[in-house]
């Protein structure tokens, strides 16, 4: 007779999370085919639980969802791990107060990072969100924590909760991995509205006391408490 320890219920819990998260990077047109992913710390224990690598979006389970130790290497599951596994894992090992990454390869928010530019902070929902502009972090190759290595140097200097890494997309990271796919959604939202506008002219800053004005309301006001 098997015995269901705590650890085993958690990592249950988890891995349906991540699994139905999923779901929601396709229904806001921020990934095509296989590209992208979720993740989330093992709350209380040294893993994660990844996607599996190269897998269909409509063929994600609970069960095929991968965990990981926090260096990448796996733990539990049939399929490889996400190639950005290492990269992620090096994030839960340097901020332990993120719980859940998010990469995504959104249009906009890639035309931006295509180009090396930060997201400037001209809009109240990036003020909001962000804290600030939407910071570019810098050039690294998929398949060590090289991107990790970026991921945590630029978001330590920053309130964002997204950073574009250069030529590649968007890296988000939150308490838990729904606020990490909050962020990824509202990444491409302000990419996409500050691009338009700079169709139209220049857009007009927002003033530092206002961001912080508003970025403090929304993240500590706004909502149910």
Same mark, same amino acid.
Request: charged share 15%.
């Given at each position: 007779m098997s015995v269901v320890t705590d650890v085993d219920q958690t990592i249950r819990q988890v891995r349906r999370e991540v699994a139905t998260l999923h779901a929601e990077l396709p229904?806001? #047109?921020?990934?095509?085919?296989t590209a #992208?992913?979720?993740?989330?710390? @093992?709350p209380g224990h040294d893993l994660l639980v990844i996607k599996p690598s190269g897998v269909s979006y409509d063929d994600l389970t609970p069960e095929n969802m991968v965990v990981c130790d926090l260096d990448g290497k796996v733990v539990e599951g049939e399929h490889a791990p996400s190639?950005? /596994?290492? *990269?992620? *894992?090096?994030?839960?090992?340097h901020l332990p107060? @993120?719980? #859940? &990454? @998010?990469? /995504?390869? !959104?249009?906009?928010a890639v035309a931006w990072a295509a180009r090396g530019e930060a997201i400037p902070c001209v809009t109240t929902m990036c003020a909001d969100e962000f804290g600030g502009e939407i910071p570019v972090g810098p050039f690294a190759i998929i398949g060590d924590d090289s991107i990790g290595r970026g991921i945590v140097e630029t978001l330590r200097e920053s309130?964002?909760?997204? @950073?574009l890494m250069q030529n590649?997309? &968007?890296? /988000?990271? #939150?308490?838990?991995?729904?606020? *990490?796919?909050? *962020?990824?959604?509202?990444?491409e939202d302000v990419a996409? !509205?500050?691009h338009l506008s700079r169709q139209l002219g220049q857009p007009i800053p927002i003033a530092q006391p206002s961001i912080d004005a508003l970025h403090d309301r929304y993240q500590n006001v706004y909502g149910q408490r």
């Open positions: 229904k806001y #047109g921020l990934v095509v085919w #992208g992913n979720v993740s989330a710390r @093992v190639s950005d /596994t290492e *990269a992620q *894992a090096y994030v839960y090992r107060q @993120v719980g #859940g &990454v @998010v990469h /995504t390869h !959104s249009p906009y309130r964002s909760p997204a @950073v590649h997309g &968007v890296f /988000t990271v #939150g308490p838990n991995a729904k606020s *990490a796919v909050k *962020a990824a959604v509202m990444c996409r !509205s500050v």
